[in-house]
């Protein structure tokens, strides 16, 4: 079963000779955003660069499977047994606003306690806690990190284009695709342009305990290429009491139906992994491409449990907002994978200048405890 998958090694990755100086900028970009926050995004307090608007910080426990195949038991599960967890719930927007406006793109950031190994991050290697940062959303939409320059800037000015209609739109479009204007024609950014609008028109308006978030991106998985999600399990969509969401109801839907339903019941998603059987066709550089699963099946390795719980605490909110989840909080046999998984990187720089402006913690929490209290609720 094992040779059907490709083997990791070094060689399957492509870097632009110009990252580190692409990195500089972007990083660059990031952290000013992040110090001008305060005003423009009118919290008074400096917010997320992306992900900027919390849905809600909820506690949960990991299961890692114990009857997981061979090649899909790697690295942290392979070792069965549970683990307590935070998990962040976001728009995806890199703005504070109203639903309707930021749009049904949402982020499942998980933050798992208790894995031993040193992590790929320059902050508190050694910290016992392991990051996966999921989208609503199977692609990414930049391949590299010379192409995110200007992708990251049309994004977060995208209120901007769309507010002057149609023409706005055309013109957001026209800037994606030829790099506003920097690209050679052969290197007009179609790829990116076609995850960007899939992305935007494709992605449903849905309860975000009946949603999947995927890593986008591919990861090391031991011997293996991966990528990872979570998907709700069968009977959450029994439970929910949320079936539609009408984003134009109130300014705040996501949030407020998260809660509803954490409050009435018990919800779990599988946590699953697809392993690449061909670079051509799931490839590792190409971001915006999404893994065919007739290739490779998704395969359960764990399971995320989200127990009865009020997430709506002003002091859960406020110790939520200080947490920072980063794709390179892994370990080795979990590493990122191309270049823009490398770009991503920079997320640790941004976060270090939102929480030194608010004046919160530069450190990991050791356990939910100090984030979240343990729910009253039951299962």
């Known amino acids: 079963m094992a040779s059907e998958f490709v083997r990791y090694s070094a060689e399957i990755e492509t870097f632009d000779p110009k990252l580190s100086e692409y990195l500089t900028r972007i990083i660059d970009f990031w952290e000013t955003k992040v110090r ?28 890692i499977l114990a ?21 962040r719930f976001s728009s ?20 798992i306690f208790d894995v031993e190994g040193t992590k790929l991050i320059d902050d508190e290697p050694d910290a016992t806690t392991f990051d996966l940062v999921l989208k609503n959303n199977p692609t990414f939409i930049a391949n590299t990190a010379k192409n995110y320059l200007f992708i990251e800037d049309i994004g977060d000015r995208a209120a901007d284009y769309l507010a002057r209609g149609r023409a706005g739109f055309h013109q957001l479009l026209t800037d994606l ?49 991966a990528k990872v999600r979570v998907a709700p399990a069968a009977d959450n969509t029994e439970k929910a009491i949320h079936h539609r969401l009408d984003l134009d109801n109130a300014p705040d839907v996501f949030g407020p139906a998260l ?19 061909d670079l051509s066709a799931m490839p590792v550089n190409d971001a915006t491409v999404e893994w065919p699963e007739q290739l490779s099946p998704f395969v ?9 719980q009020d997430v709506s605490a002003p002091e859960t909110i406020k110790k939520g907002d200080a947490l920072a989840f980063n794709q390179w ?14 770009v991503r990187r920079i997320y640790t720089a941004s976060a270090n200048a939102r929480r030194a402006l608010n004046h919160q913690p ?18």
């Open 92 to 111: 995806a927007s890199n703005h504070l606003g109203p639903d309707a406006l930021l749009g049904p793109v949402l982020g499942f950031a998980i933050k």
């Open 362 to 379: 530069q450190r990991e929490p050791t356990s939910a405890d100090e984030v979240v209290p343990p729910p009253a609720m039951g299962r």
């Open 177 to 225: 695709v030829t790099g506003k204007g920097t690209l050679e024609q052969e290197d007009w950014a179609w790829e990116e342009l076609f995850a960007f609008v899939k992305a935007a028109t494709q992605t449903p308006v849905r309860n975000p305990l009946l949603s999947t978030y995927w890593t986008m991106a591919a990861v090391r998985h031991g011997d293996h290429v």
């Open 300 to 308: 359960a390795v764990g399971r995320v449990h989200l127990p009865r």
């Open 259 to 277: 809660a509803d339903e954490l409050r009435a019941a018990a919800f779990d998603f599988d946590l699953q992994v697809q392993l690449s059987t």
């Open 67 to 87: 009857d997981a195949p061979a090649p899909y038991a790697q690295g942290i599960y392979a070792k069965p047994g549970r683990h307590d967890a935070l998990i």
């Open 329 to 342: 909080r892994v370990t080795t046999e979990h590493r990122p994978l191309g270049e823009i998984m490398d």
């Open 36 to 63: 001008a926050s305060p005003h423009t995004e009118g919290s008074g307090q400096a917010v997320r660069g992306a992900h900027a608007k919390t849905l809600g910080v909820v506690r949960a426990t990991v299961e």
